[in-house]
């Protein structure tokens, strides 16, 4: 057990520390806890999303086109959102090629950006064989030089090309994903050659003065639903600054930051997040920026939380398994365990903790599974044990009954009897030893029989004599009468083994005596070996009985106990009192009779 305790132990702690295999399946359990609990929580109000959805992109044929539009589309959009004072408008959209086709459609959306210094826009970190130096691009991308920092590290990005560079108050939007592929993280800075490249959020953090965590990215705290967060389609804001009486609040969007992007599902961006497998990046965006803006983020739990509560599980079963406890029953608070630590993890996640539990909980249930496993094998070997044990001293029908009552050593009232074989001698002059050793084989088969038939227990054989009982190990109110009827049987098997030998006119017979009494009964013996018994002066008794049947002339004798609790069941005929060993009285005998 402290094996495989051990084992467990160490293989649980390798995947906490170093290899997180379970990572993703663990991240899967806290993604649902983390739904069930945004979906509770309502949206920052003061971060509103001007989508472009599928009604958008319909209604906005006739007058711009197929999308992508044309640039003063937006530039519309800028002024009428500017003129309601918002705290920022933030743009979810690449603006990296100048539209070689409509260049006074950039012209005046480049007018109507230079007008505002509270416009953000995205960039998009890549790889590239030319990239730029970090001095020559820090002063209009907002590198933030650190110490030491590498003047020539290389800078490759994709920035809002279409806007002069004095209007590139810009940020990277580049997606971030765990390894199984879900974002759950967004990225605050890239860290090259000791220089920050800022995320967007990031730089609309640090811009409007918000705390930004000194981290490569944040892991993201939820509100709502996907594609439940406020959302204004951009057609109909669009159509509503066209008209000369606008219909719309006059400060809708005062105060407060404007995401601008794609929603529609045909343009493509769509992520999976513990949202939802569709979440639209834009509300990606703006959940990073809600998270800066409130100081509000979630974090994982130390390595040391769940490693404790595996070890402690793993102590409480150890000692369950250790002493014995009822499988069921520690099964049963290991599982009650398992949901409270569920329940912890799933109101961690509300604020903002998350807890993974998978390594601990199958490491816990593991090794429950494994030490239920050898306990049940073990016992299996000692019921089987148990089982060619008492098979030797009752039928085997009763064995199971017997194991499953449990065997124990007590103090009960038993009826013994004693059968000694009498001129076996004579029997066996004229046979060889092979012969007499099944001829007495047989008779103890015929005897056992009879035995077991009147529900006794075969105690054991003593040379040639038999010792058995009643009352034990199983409950038997009648086991003086069932004794009695076992030995008036068993004297009736005589007459037919004597039959089967051919052998009626020798004098073989049977001495068969009982005594009812007190006895300890149970298993008893040394730790090697133990045998199922009975001990005391009933058992003594019983036996100096069976001896005095020769001196009596009788086959059956039965002590004046056994006679009275048989009651009226038999006739029983008084033989007599004898002097017995070790009794300073002398004992009355009695022959019993089956009745006419």
């Given amino acids: ?87 920022a408008i933030v743009f979810d959209i690449l603006f990296s090629d100048p539209d070689q086709y409509r260049p006074q459609s950039d012209q005046a959306f480049i007018d109507a950006a230079s007008r505002y210094e509270n416009i953000y826009y995205p960039m998009v970190r890549i790889e590239s064989k030319k990239p730029a130096r970090a001095a020559d691009v820090a002063a209009v991308l907002g590198l933030t ?7 020539d590290a290389p800078i490759a990005v994709i920035p809002p090309l279409v806007l002069p560079v004095k209007l590139w108050r810009t940020g990277t939007i580049n997606f971030l994903a765990d390894g199984d592929g879900v974002s759950r993280r967004y990225y605050l800075r890239h860290r090259v050659g000791g220089w920050d490249i800022p995320s967007l959020p990031a730089r609309v953090a640090m811009d409007l003065g918000y705390p930004l965590p ?28 066209e008209r000369s009486q606008r ?33 639209p990046g834009p509300e990606i965006l703006g959940t990073a920026i809600e998270n800066l803006k409130n100081d509000r983020h979630m974090r994982y739990a130390p390595a040391w939380w769940p490693a404790s509560i595996g070890f402690a599980l793993l102590c409480f079963l150890f000692f369950a398994f250790s002493k014995g406890f009822d499988v069921r029953a520690s099964g049963a608070v290991l599982g009650a365990a398992t949901i409270l630590l569920l329940g912890t993890s799933w109101f961690l996640a509300g604020r903002l903790v998350l807890l993974p539990l998978l390594t601990p909980l199958a490491a816990a249930w593991t090794f429950y599974a494994a030490a239920a496993l050898s306990e049940y094998l073990r016992e299996r070997r000692q019921r089987q044990a148990a089982v060619a044990m008492f098979s030797r001293f009752v039928n085997p029908h009763v064995v199971s009954l017997l194991l499953d009552q449990g065997v124990q050593t007590a103090r009960r009232e038993v009826t013994l ?54 009352g034990a190990p199983l409950d038997n109110p009648g086991h ?17 083994f004597k039959k089967e030998l051919g052998a009626e006119h020798l004098e073989f017979d049977v001495g068969i005596g009982l ?46 106990d056994t006679a009275e609790l048989c009651g009226s069941a038999f006739e029983f005929v008084s033989c007599g009192t004898f002097p017995v060993k070790g009794r300073a009285q002398p004992v009355e005998l009695f022959e019993p009779k089956r009745k006419a």
């Avoid at 490569?216 to 959302?231: E, K, S, Y």
């Avoid at 084989?441 to 077991?452: H, M």
Wanted: glycine share 6%.
């Fill in 1 to 87: 057990m402290r094996l495989l305790a051990a084992a467990v132990l160490a293989v649980a702690a390798l995947e906490l520390f170093f290899l997180h295999s379970l990572k993703p399946l663990d991240n899967r359990v806290l993604d649902a806890f983390v739904r069930h609990q945004a979906a509770a929580l309502a949206p920052d109000p003061d971060i509103v999303f001007v989508s472009i959805d599928d009604p958008s992109l319909a209604r906005m044929t006739e007058v711009a086109g197929r999308f992508p539009w044309p640039r003063e589309v937006y530039a519309t959009l800028i002024e009428g959102l500017a003129a309601q004072q918002p705290r």
């Fill in 145 to 151: 030089r650190r110490p030491n920092a590498d003047p």
């Fill in 214 to 241: 000194d981290e490569d990215d944040i892991i993201l705290a939820w509100r709502g639903t996907a594609g439940g967060l406020p959302h204004v389609s951009f057609a109909e804001l669009y159509e509503d600054f």
């Fill in 247 to 279: 219909k719309r609040p006059p400060d809708e969007f005062r105060g407060k930051i404007v995401v601008i992007g794609a929603l529609a599902e045909g343009l493509g961006d769509l992520r999976v997040t513990p949202l939802s497998q569709t979440q």
């Fill in 417 to 470: 009897l004693f059968s000694d074989i009498r001129g076996f001698t004579t029997l066996s002059e004229t046979r060889s030893p092979e012969e007499v050793v099944d001829l007495i084989n047989r008779y103890f088969s015929l005897q056992v029989e009879v035995i077991w038939r009147h529900g006794g227990t075969l105690d054991k054989y003593i040379g040639d004599c038999i010792m058995a009982m009643w």
């Fill in 480 to 496: 003086a009468k069932s004794a009695v009827a076992c030995a008036l049987d068993m004297a009736d098997t005589l007459q037919v």
């Fill in 515 to 560: 005594h009812s009494g007190p006895a300890v009964v149970g298993l008893i013996g040394s730790e090697k070996r133990r045998e199922y018994t009975a001990i005391g002066d009933t058992v003594n008794l019983a036996s100096r009985i069976e001896g005095l049947t020769k001196d009596a002339r009788r086959r059956i004798l039965v002590s004046k």
